[in-house]
């Protein structure tokens, strides 16, 4: 059974940048897509950007220029790369899995990783 595991987060400032990533353990990625969702304070959980089994990748339009979606199969791992983070990225991330390509709906996604705290304040 497939297992997710963030990492990465952290406290950064503004402008700053952080690496994300999802370690999958139980299953390969291979045949999987990969979605990073975070969820503020209060607010619902969204989608932020997504990689699909043949290497596809979607962002939200808030991270699109400044977020970067990778995988590497070989290290079963998923990365999100956040440059230029803004106050308004402070989220708890996560990722989840599904089969094959990439989707608009939460859940359509299981596997759900833990999560990983990204604060971007000064």
Known sequence: ???LVESGGGLVQPGGSLRLSCAASG???ARRAIGW???APGKEREGVSCISSLG???YVDSVKGRFTISRDNAR???YLQMNSLKPEDTAVYFC???FWGCSNTLTDFGSW???TQVTVSS
Do not use: D, I
């Open 1 to 3: 059974q497939l297992q």
């Open 56 to 58: 596809g990748t979607s």
């Open 113 to 115: 990783g833990q999560g």
């Open 37 to 39: 969702f975070r969820q």
């Open 27 to 29: 299953s390969t990625l």
């Open 76 to 78: 079963e791992t998923v």
């Open 96 to 98: 989840a899995a599904r």
